[in-house]
């Protein structure tokens, strides 16, 4: 199955995770959301972020509740495809409280403050 994203590197900055990722503009998905203007749907951000704390924490996780979401701008193909999530997670009786934003120069296209539960 073709992922949406692909992570080029990652590092840990004062306990804050900073991915660097390419959005894949060629996916499937890009074809219906929308055919001649695509744009990265808001869902698919919030699934990226989960992909990306599942992975970071080696379990699978679930969105239990969203205490903030913020799209600002349009995540839409350019030259530069790459972005930047920085995601803080702390840990909570039962679950993970998460801190997230996509970014490029400067820029934050969307920003998530959530609850996460072991699936």
């Known amino acids: 199955m073709q992922k949406i994203y692909s ?9 804050e995770i ?3 990722i390419k959005i894949d503009f060629s996916h499937p998905l890009f074809k219906g959301h929308f055919p ?9 951000m919030c699934d990226i972020i989960r992909h990306l704390v599942s992975d970071y924490l080696d379990i699978k996780v679930n969105l239990s509740f969203a205490k903030s979401i913020k799209f600002s701008k349009l995540i839409i193909p350019s030259n ?6 920085k995601t803080l997670i702390n840990t909570t009786d039962g679950g993970y409280n998460v801190k997230s934003s996509i970014s490029k120069n400067e820029i934050v296209y969307f920003k998530l403050n959530a609850e996460y539960k072991e699936k």
Do not use: E, T
């Not at 992570?7 to 306990?15: G, L, P, V």
């Not at 530069?80 to 999530?85: C, G, S």
């Open 7 to 15: 992570i080029i590197d990652s590092k840990i900055d004062n306990n």
């Open 18 to 20: 900073i991915y660097n």
């Open 36 to 44: 001649n203007k695509p744009i990265l749907p808001g869902v698919v």
């Open 80 to 85: 530069d495809n790459n972005y930047f999530v």
